[in-house]
């Protein structure tokens, strides 16, 4: 592969290639002739260095004042909004989403960037009378040191950002692990790092197969925290490793994320919205919806203005501005998904629309999957259990409110839910008593970025993310008793 780009790991402050001297082609998903470039197929003793290099910048690094650190922070928010561009179109080639999603990735970062940054002078203690005369107790938060922050690839630049910048803040090192689909995104990331001069070792980044390097960084026991969004089977694992040094864990897993609809008059705003939240970045979300929990009485309707909306997506290459939905991650991703529908057909369901893989032209250059939207679904069916990942909606019909809830709860998932409906006790009932993380009423599952993020049951373990809750992962508490008399 003569004149291919090759690019390295970023350890102590500079490049350094993998200690096992491999490299690794990475493709674009919307057209696998596009090599983008090769990237190392790091060992455990890459992630041990990442690891020391971080642990010994630590402590110089915590001691800095926050504002200190803030300043770092505003300058590599400063970079990155002179080149929102360049890392938009990254993504896009990468990743295989539509330019508009991928220009969100550095767009929204930008902002989210810049409250976390103030977040590193908010870091509010406790201070409580003591019951003894002539003492003073004070709860101090204080970083918990290195932080391993792994992250997918359907958000490859955003997500790393929501853990690493927020780390930062609070005064921990970071050893980052990016997706082994999208690694430019995390090279890219790195340079800006560069950029913003942060001291040596502050910020670490380690490239290759998770399975290769995954025990390796979560079993380290100079690692003191695991951040991490990916799959349930891949955070259990992480979970049961941690444990043997008791280190913490932030885990964003997997969702099968219902979306009740009761007695909604505006059926067409709510086909809009659940169109909108399935088939975003090819339904490739922990946060999209996959199951529509509809009343009989509703069904036949919204499944029609669904099927209409549906129509508007225009698949293909992402750099293409007329495309609204690109292509599957990779093959092996595309194979699964389209195993899911067929065993949909299997079971007795109906794909009411869409359902084929894209031949012919520019789609046999990725793996395009239409949106689709199955019905007559039951619950028990392997496309109303699994999380399928693609850009596969499910229809289930019930006969009451009761049943709804019932549907929308029997999971083992429990990252977001949505409800549409005008009746004030569906309301009630449904945010006291749906078992999701994140609740969303008359409104798809977009979040907004100060308030927490994380799920329940197997979709999340440890503090949520986002927000004010972010302090409680990156920090712990050290309490001072002094006595004065």
Same mark, same amino acid.
């Given at each position: 592969m003569s004149?291919?780009?090759?690019?390295?790991?970023?350890?102590?402050?500079?490049?350094?290639?993998?200690?096992s001297g491999a490299y690794y082609p990475d493709y674009n998903p919307a057209d696998e002739k596009d090599l983008i470039a090769e990237f190392p197929l790091s060992t455990n003793a890459d992630a041990d260095e990442a690891i020391k290099s971080a642990n010994d910048a630590f402590g110089p690094w915590s001691r800095l004042l926050p504002a200190e650190r803030a300043k770092y922070i505003e300058k590599f928010v400063a970079h990155l909004a002179e080149n929102v561009p360049r890392v938009g179109a990254a993504i896009c080639r990468e990743e295989g989403k539509t330019m508009k999603e991928a220009l969100g990735e550095p767009t929204r970062g930008v902002v989210e960037c810049s409250y976390f940054a103030g977040e590193a002078q908010r870091l509010d203690g406790i201070t409580m009378p003591s019951d003894r005369k002539g003492v003073v107790s004070v709860a101090a938060r204080v970083p918990i040191g290195v932080v391993a922050a792994i992250s997918p690839w359907n958000f490859p630049f955003l997500t790393p950002l929501r853990k690493i910048i927020p780390a930062l803040a609070m005064g921990n090192t970071v050893v980052f692990k990016p997706a082994f689909d999208t690694p430019l995104s995390g090279v890219l990331l790195m340079e800006l790092f560069e950029k913003a001069e942060l001291p040596p070792g502050v910020v670490n980044m380690v490239i290759g197969k998770g399975s290769a390097m995954g025990d390796a960084i979560s079993g380290n026991p100079l690692v003191r925290g695991i951040t991490f969004t990916g799959s349930t089977t891949v955070g259990r694992r992480i979970n049961l490793r941690a444990a043997e040094n008791f280190t913490k864990v932030q885990l964003e897993m997997g969702g099968k994320n219902p979306c009740i609809v009761a007695d909604y008059a505006n059926l067409d705003r709510a086909a809009a919205e659940i169109t909108t939240a399935a088939f975003a970045v090819s339904g490739q979300r922990c946060t999209s919806i996959s199951r529509v929990i509809v009343l009989e009485k509703h069904a036949a309707e919204l499944e029609a203005k669904i099927i209409e909306k549906m129509k508007s997506y225009v698949m293909g290459n992402g750099a293409d501005p007329k495309v609204t939905m690109g292509p599957i991650i990779n093959r092996a991703a595309g194979e699964s998904i389209m195993a899911y529908i067929r065993s949909a057909r299997d079971e007795g369901a109906t794909v009411k629309a869409g359902g084929a893989q894209l031949h012919g032209g520019d789609y046999d250059t990725g793996f395009y999957i239409e949106p689709t939207l199955i019905t007559d679904a039951t619950p028990s069916m392997k496309v109303s259990i699994d999380e399928i990942f693609g850009p596969v909606l499910v229809s289930i019909k019930v006969a009451s409110f009761a049943d709804a809830?019932? !549907?929308?709860?029997? %999971?083992?998932?429990?990252?977001?839910?949505?409800?549409?409906?005008?009746?004030?006790?569906?309301?009630?009932?449904?945010?006291?008593?749906?078992?999701?993380?994140?609740?969303?009423?008359?409104?798809?599952? !977009?979040?907004?970025? %100060?308030?927490?993020?994380?799920?329940?049951?197997?979709?999340?373990i440890g503090s949520f993310s986002k927000g004010v809750t972010n302090k409680d992962f990156f920090t712990t508490y050290k309490v001072n008793y002094v006595k004065y008399s």
């Open positions: 004149g291919t780009t090759r690019y390295n790991n970023f350890i102590g402050g500079g490049w350094k290639p993998p200690s809830m019932k !549907v929308a709860n029997d %999971t083992e998932y429990g990252l977001a839910a949505s409800l549409f409906s005008d009746n004030l006790s569906y309301i009630y009932d449904f945010q006291q008593n749906i078992e999701s993380g994140m609740a969303h009423v008359n409104h798809g599952t !977009v979040t907004d970025s %100060t308030m927490p993020f994380g799920g329940v049951k197997h979709s999340g």
